[in-house]
């Protein structure tokens, strides 16, 4: 079992910037694929951005890219994402997932472990 605990949201102005963590514990995350998503009231849960378990694979969303980074610490069994110019339309609640699966997926129903979700909220 993975269990896997996000932090890092909060309220920010538009073009602000927040970084999200996502501590892992009970198994080393270091062969899982580790992904984000996030779920905004009334919507569909979505994928977010992705990450390879060595690193240099990454996927993104096309509403986000170039403007999210994700980045994972094996070592410390953690996964990040930092989030630049942010939007309104960034509101949601995010996501950390792990995954079995060695692939950049971006399906809720290909990762195994969920975190419990925390609050982003970008105002206007």
């Known amino acids: 079992q993975v269990q896997l605990v996000g932090s890092g949201g909060g309220l920010v102005q538009a073009g602000g910037s927040l970084r999200l963590s996502c501590a892992a514990s009970?198994?080393?995350?270091?062969?899982?694929?580790m992904g984000w998503f996030r779920q905004a009231q009334g919507k569909e849960r979505e994928f977010v951005a992705a990450i390879l378990w060595k690193g240099a694979n990454t996927n993104y969303a096309d509403s986000v890219k170039g403007r999210f980074t994700i980045s994972r610490d094996n070592a410390k069994n953690t996964v990040s994402l930092q989030m630049n110019s942010l939007k309104p339309e960034d509101t949601a609640v995010y996501y950390c997932?792990?995954?079995?699966?060695?692939?950049?997926?971006?399906?809720?129903?290909?990762?195994?472990?969920w975190g419990q979700g925390t609050q982003v909220t970008v105002s206007s």
């Open positions: 997932a792990a995954s079995r699966n060695l692939a950049l997926i971006t399906t809720t129903h290909n990762y195994d472990y």
């Open positions: 009970g198994r080393n995350i270091s062969s899982y694929t």
